[in-house]
């Protein structure tokens, strides 16, 4: 899935099918954990960052970058800590911590504005 998201060789078509299958499988959290390696965050924001440079901006399609976004939201998730859920809070701690240490929360704030 990684080679899919970061190359572009692959139709933007596919690209696009296979985030959104990221984007998919980030909303239960046990299938999150597995999807959330620091290679696919990286891949993501790579896409991201993409549309802050003219030269890489031409070579992704800007759909395909709004998905990518989408994607790292999901990635990241908004959660309540209201409530304590065995397991799926300690995970979810683990999931945002290796979002922010890969550049996930800078792509979303420069997204942003």
Same mark, same amino acid.
């Given at each position: 899935m990684i080679k899919v998201i970061d190359s572009q060789s692959f139709p933007t078509e596919i690209q696009t099918m296979v985030i959104e299958s990221v984007m998919t499988m980030s909303k239960n959290v046990e299938t999150k954990v597995k999807v959330a390696t620091p290679d696919m965050i990286a891949a993501l924001v790579k896409v991201g960052l993409s549309?802050?440079?003219k030269k890489e901006y031409k070579q992704f399609d800007k759909g395909l970058i709004k998905t990518c976004i989408k994607s790292l939201m999901a990635l990241a998730g908004v959660h309540s800590i209201k409530y304590f859920?065995?397991?799926?809070?300690?995970?979810?701690?683990?999931i945002r911590d290796l979002f922010i240490k890969n550049g996930g &929360?800078?792509? &979303? &704030? &420069?997204?942003e504005k």
């Open positions: 549309m802050f440079d859920i065995p397991g799926e809070t300690r995970e979810n701690k683990v &929360l800078s792509v &979303l &704030l &420069l997204a």
